[in-house]
């Protein structure tokens, strides 16, 4: 049984900083990849970052790429994201999630079959 917990999210105002935090508990060594993904209300999930588990490959959306830094502590089977310079259109809950070994692209949903309880972001103007 794989268990993943978020916290960190909150309100900021724009261009304030956020770091979000996914706690893994379980069957962590088969993790291959873990993600951020965030929705909106209306809106579709969405794909934030994600990283390799071993090794430490990033990817992030282009919406992000500059701003957010995920990172990873292994020791502690923990998956940060960095938020900077947020901005009102990054309100949404994150969601972290885990990849058991599926392969595909990163920014695809299906990939991950673990997923934590989200966490609310919002940025206000």
């Known amino acids: 049984q794989v268990q993943l917990v978020e916290s960190g999210g909150g309100l900021v105002q724009t261009g304030g900083s956020l770091r979000l935090s996914c706690a893994a508990s379980?069957?962590?060594?088969?993790?291959?990849?873990m993600g951020w993904f965030r929705q909106a209300p209306g809106k579709e999930r969405e794909f934030v970052a994600a990283i390799r588990w071993s090794g430490g490959n990033t990817y992030y959306s282009d919406s992000v790429k500059g701003r957010f830094t995920i990172s990873k502590d292994n020791a502690k089977n923990t998956v940060y994201l960095q938020m900077n310079s947020l901005k009102p259109e990054d309100t949404a809950v994150y969601f972290c999630a885990a990849d058991p070994g599926n392969g595909g692209f990163y920014a695809y949903p299906d990939r991950y079959d673990y997923w934590g309880q989200g966490t609310q972001v919002t940025v206000s103007s």
């Open positions: 379980g069957r962590t060594f088969s993790f291959i990849a």
